[in-house]
């Protein structure tokens, strides 16, 4: 038996093999780009993986193909002696997959950093790193975030106290006009009753 996975994209899950074409719901990636897909399963020779844990050494890689639309669909829906009638058709925005790879690895996989771009980025031409930052200079940027948290933290405060006021000035007009609106009504009735 050869080896396959089961993997999950767009919701579905589809079984895969190495070298398969698999038709998907649209993924953003640009065509040529690689593409991990999420193994819910994976089945060997000799064994079956469906634990998380082991799903996390479960490589399924893919390369996107090209961007395609499926076939038109048409809708048409009527009510009968009613003169109703509704003509719609759709398209599916798909992409194909050409899986590359569907292996188990010995550990998992390295997860991408930053920092390890931004430091290769950072180095000299002439491939010396530049000089780490000194202590006080570390205290003193975090002392000016911690300025410009609390500058933003005290003028959130302003604003919502601003808008609790305005409700309340809002909240006096409304209960005045009911109380006016009340008094009215009572002297029509008086008036009515006297009369």
């Known amino acids: ?31 040529g780009a690689k593409v991990a897909l999420r193994a819910v399963m994976l089945r060997t ?6 634990d998380p844990a082991g799903l996390e050494k479960v490589k399924v890689e893919a390369k996107v193909a090209a961007h395609e639309r499926g076939e038109k669909i048409k809708v048409f829906k009527y009510k009968a002696k009613k003169g109703y009638r509704r003509r719609q058709g759709h398209r599916s925005e798909l992409t194909r997959l050409e899986v590359t790879e569907v292996k188990r690895l010995s550990r998992k996989p390295a997860a991408k950093k930053d920092s390890d771009a931004e430091s290769a980025g950072e180095q000299d031409s002439a491939g010396e790193a530049p000089p780490k930052k000194t202590a006080a200079k570390k205290s003193s940027a975090a002392k000016s975030s911690a300025a410009k948290s609390s500058a933003k933290k005290s003028a959130a405060k302003k604003s919502s106290a601003k808008k609790s006021s305005a409700k309340k000035s809002t909240a006096k007009k409304s209960t005045a006009k009911k109380s006016t609106a009340k008094k009215s009504t009572t002297k029509k009735s008086d008036t009515k009753k006297e009369g």
């Open 1 to 31: 038996m050869s080896t396959y996975a089961i993997i999950e994209t767009g919701g579905k899950q589809y079984r895969v093999e190495e070298g398969q074409d698999l038709l998907v719901d649209r993924l953003p990636d640009d065509e």
């Open 45 to 50: 020779d000799d064994d079956v993986v469906l």
